[in-house]
């Protein structure tokens, strides 16, 4: 990946149902200026802009939320997972809903429609975090994440095990062709415990979904 900023070079848009609320959706992913970061921008209403920043996180079962001024989006894991996989440093995301297309359950098709259009470099160096020790968290129900120091980019172990399931581990070397090839076309599952965690909530759709 280089080392300067990138925005996407012109507006694509994708229209679906979100995974949990099953609501139609349209997002446009559009270029934004050097340092504006990834940002989601809700249209339905009055306009809110939520930075995709840790402060904004916002919990919610089996999917990521993020919140700002009174309004959250949910369910952004694979759109955040494209613009990262491809090194876009600054973006707005607009959504006429709270969460996105689900396409395929996976990142595959925002990395299309994003590639279809390029991508473009802002001539502006990008903040950079570089790990220096390896690290690693430990979540409930036999996931487990660890985090290398590599000279070339980003190294990672993930293995995840539990009922039902034999442990699996993948290690993976992030580079934009790796994240292509190996992590935007994994599409989501869902275990049978957690369907049962799910059934009955208020904000979650019809089980076909």
């Given at each position: 990946?280089?080392?300067?900023?990138?925005?996407?070079?012109?507006?694509?848009?994708?229209?679906?149902?979100?995974?949990?609320?099953?609501?139609?959706?349209?997002?446009?992913?559009?270029p934004?200026?050097?340092?504006?970061?990834?940002?989601?921008?809700?249209t339905?209403?009055?306009p809110?802009?939520?930075?995709?920043?840790?402060?904004c996180?916002?919990?919610?079962?089996?999917?990521t939320?993020?919140?700002?001024?009174?309004?959250?989006?949910?369910?952004?894991?694979?759109?955040?997972?494209?613009?990262?996989?491809?090194?876009i440093?600054?973006?707005?995301?607009e959504?006429?809903?709270?969460?996105?297309?689900?396409?395929?359950?996976?990142?595959?098709?925002?990395?299309?429609?994003?590639?279809?259009?390029?991508?473009?470099?802002?001539g502006?160096?990008?903040?950079?975090?570089v790990?220096?020790?390896?690290?690693?968290?430990?979540?409930?129900?036999?996931?487990?994440?660890?985090?290398?120091?590599?000279?070339?980019?980003?190294?990672?172990?993930?293995?995840?095990?539990g009922e039902?399931?034999?442990?699996?581990?993948?290690?993976?070397?992030?580079?934009?062709?790796?994240?292509?090839?190996?992590?935007?076309?994994?599409?989501?599952?869902?275990?049978?415990?957690?369907?049962?965690?799910?059934?009955?909530?208020?904000?979650?759709?019809?089980?076909?979904?």
């Open positions: 990946m280089g080392r300067n900023q990138l925005t996407i070079a012109a507006p694509v848009e994708i229209s679906g149902k979100g995974l949990h609320l099953g609501l139609m959706a349209h997002m446009r992913f559009l934004a200026p050097v340092a504006t970061g990834l940002r989601f921008r809700l339905k209403g009055k809110v802009d939520i930075p995709v920043d840790i402060s996180i916002h919990p919610k079962l089996l999917r939320a993020l919140s700002n001024n009174g309004a959250a989006v949910e369910t952004v894991e694979h759109a955040l997972a494209a613009a990262y996989g491809l090194g440093s600054n973006m707005i995301i959504l006429d809903e709270i969460e996105p297309p689900a396409c395929d359950g996976s990142a595959l098709e925002f990395c299309r429609s994003i590639l279809s259009v390029g991508l473009k470099d802002q502006v160096e990008k903040d950079t975090l790990i220096r020790e390896p690290f690693s968290l430990q979540a409930e129900e036999g996931v487990s994440i660890a985090v290398f120091p590599n000279g070339k980019g980003l190294s990672v172990s993930f293995s995840l095990a039902g399931l034999p442990t699996q581990t993948v290690h993976y070397h992030h580079t934009r062709e790796n994240f292509l090839r190996y992590v935007a076309p994994a599409r989501t599952f869902c275990r049978e415990f957690e369907v049962e965690k799910l059934r009955g909530l208020p904000e979650v759709g019809e089980g076909a979904n």
